[in-house]
Nanobody, 118 residues
Framework: QVQLVESGGGLVQPGGSLRLSCVAS????????AGWYRQAPGKQRELVAD???????NYADSVKGRFTISRDNAKNTVYLQMNSLKPEDTAVYYC????????????WGQGTQVTVSS
């Protein structure tokens, strides 16, 4: 059974940092593109960052220079290091894994809340 389990969310002050983790099970993780999405209240879910390999990453313009996505295939884990957090980063953050060839093989985690507030 495929599972993605996120952790690391919480409440942080503006300018602070958080590191999200997502552990995958039930899949050959190295064959999946891994991504982080977020959804704020009243807004559509949006891509934050994704990664195929260490050199092949993609970021939303709003987080470039502040967030870093990375992965450890040996641990079946994808990370999102978030620095210089802003109130507008407040959202539920979701982990996604999509097979690099079989697009229908697409999985989501349950989400973790990130709140940036003083």
């Amino acid at each position: 059974q495929v599972q993605l389990v996120e952790s690391g969310g919480g409440l942080v002050q503006p300018g602070g940092s958080l590191r999200l983790s997502c552990v995958a099970s039930g899949m050959l993780f190295s064959l999946y593109r891994a991504g982080w999405y977020r959804q704020a209240p009243g807004k559509q879910r949006e891509l934050v960052a994704d990664i195929i390999s260490g050199e092949r990453t993609n970021y939303a313009d709003s987080v470039k220079g502040r967030f870093t996505i990375s992965r450890d295939n040996a641990k079946n884990t994808v990370y999102l290091q978030m620095n210089s957090l802003k109130p507008e980063d407040t959202a539920v953050y979701y982990c996604n894994a999509r097979h690099i060839i079989i697009r229908e093989s697409d999985y989501w985690g349950q989400g973790t809340q990130v709140t940036v507030s003083s």
